[in-house]
């Protein structure tokens, strides 16, 4: 129609400028960190087909899921002594976090028995770990995202874990990461709280404490940290408080029992040594006196600013000479160093190039020489910087873990 309106034009909404970047960049997606939560969605959304697809066409290995069942159907019973606790495979020896969280699994899996009910349980578990791993790579940005693929799509033995064992290593990682999510968003009492639930469905998570209470002393000093370790405290109080009141001394030897004996057949990384040597007491002993030597070294020669006391963390922040460095998302990630901590640590020490200057002065460097490995055999892919010599002087640490 002649002088009709003319067309007007609209301006690109954001979303399709999103589009158009990652259209531009497609061949880069894969390698640039401000696309880790795009490539992690379309990741996590393929390990749910990849989870049902394990289930349905992998036979499932019963282990300790019968184990389990038997313990707390002994509490079910009305047996709240921890020493009269037992499985198939031996006695009780987790704490009364565990035996809560798998007596809803027991009442779930009708006492057990719908095991692939069970392993959906599990996969659920899984998709809920893995989004709380990427989201925490997501506030790093230290690392590429097709990396997250050998993370989760790649590794058989992480899916094993959770799905086709039915462990209760993946319900204590899933709370602790979680408790990893809430320190990087500052809210340090509620990470701790969660913390604590953790380390009551496994005490191997007990392995991040000192880490933890590490960040802690930094970021409060010493008299604000203490109401968050009560707290901790409390609740595996709370928690046990059924068992202590019937057999106190049963249940603090049960659950948290520091000389179990793990068997041969089950290590992952001590594997390379003799069976009578995997098994001799002095060897433990040695493995704890260098863990604890490690310790006093790191505190005494590298946990602290040149020309400072290590004892300067247990001051209030405001009363410290040295300017406070905000701790940051890379050093509360080195807490769960582990399959899922590794890549980030690598990323960070080849793009500084040098052992020295790997980490940031303070608090970043020294959580990174003294982190828990203890998750290390959860992934085949996983693999220690050769150019890191602290990383391996922490290593006894995984022998007091899943071993």
């Given amino acids: 129609m002649a002088g009709g309106k003319k067309k007007s034009s609209t301006a690109p909404s954001r979303f399709q400028k999103t589009l158009s970047s990652i259209w531009q960049d497609k061949h880069m997606v894969l390698f640039k960190t401000e696309y880790t939560l795009l490539v992690t969605a379309v990741l996590w959304f393929l390990e749910i087909a990849i989870n049902i697809w394990v289930i349905q066409k992998v036979s499932y290995t019963e282990i300790d899921w019968k184990a389990y069942m038997d313990e707390v159907e002994g509490v079910i019973n009305g047996t709240y002594d921890y020493t009269q606790l037992k499985g198939d495979t031996g006695p009780l020896v987790y704490p ?22 069970g392993q959906y349980v599990f996969a659920v578990f899984y998709l809920i770990n893995l989004l709380l791993v990427m989201r925490i790579y ?4 230290k ?3 097709y990396v997250f693929f050998f993370i989760c799509c790649a590794s058989y033995r992480i899916h094993s874990i959770f799905i086709l064992r039915l462990f209760n290593d993946p319900v204590a990682m899933m709370l602790c990461f979680g408790a990893i999510n809430l320190f990087l968003d500052g809210r340090w009492t ?3 709280a969660l913390y604590s639930l953790a380390v009551s469905v496994k005490m191997n998570v007990l392995l991040f404490a000192p880490g933890l209470l590490f960040l802690l002393l ?8 203490l109401p968050r370790l ?6 595996q109080l709370v928690l046990g408080l059924p068992f202590l009141l019937v057999n106190p001394v049963g249940y603090v030897s049960r659950a948290f029992d520091l000389g179990r004996q793990f068997l041969f057949k089950w290590t992952v990384n001590w594997r390379f040594l003799p069976e009578d040597v995997f098994l001799n007491r002095y060897f433990h002993l040695a493995l704890l006196l260098a863990h604890i030597t490690t310790l006093l070294l790191f505190a005494l020669k590298r946990w602290k600013r040149s020309g400072s006391s290590i004892w300067t963390i247990l001051k209030d922040p405001s009363e410290r000479k040295e300017t406070a460095h905000k701790i940051s998302a890379l050093s509360v990630l080195c807490l769960v160093f582990s399959y899922a901590a590794l890549p980030a640590v690598e990323w960070r020490s080849e793009e500084a190039g040098t052992p020295t200057q790997s ?19 959860l992934s ?11 990383l391996f002087m922490a290593q006894p640490q995984s022998s007091f873990s899943i071993s």
């Fill in 380 to 390: 085949v892919s996983a693999r220690l910087p050769p150019h890191h010599p602290p």
């Fill in 143 to 145: 690392v590429p995202p």
């Fill in 359 to 377: 980490v940031d002065s303070g608090s970043d460097r020294a959580v990174l020489e003294h982190v828990s490995i203890h998750q290390l055999q």
């Fill in 96 to 117: 009364a976090g565990f035996v809560y969280i798998f007596t809803g699994l027991y009442y779930l899996t009708d006492h057990g028995h719908n095991i692939r009910l």
């Fill in 138 to 141: 997501h506030r790093t940005k």
């Fill in 190 to 192: 509620l990470g701790c």
């Fill in 230 to 235: 009560a707290l901790c405290a409390v609740i």
């Fill in 218 to 225: 930094c970021e409060f000093g010493l008299w604000k940290t």
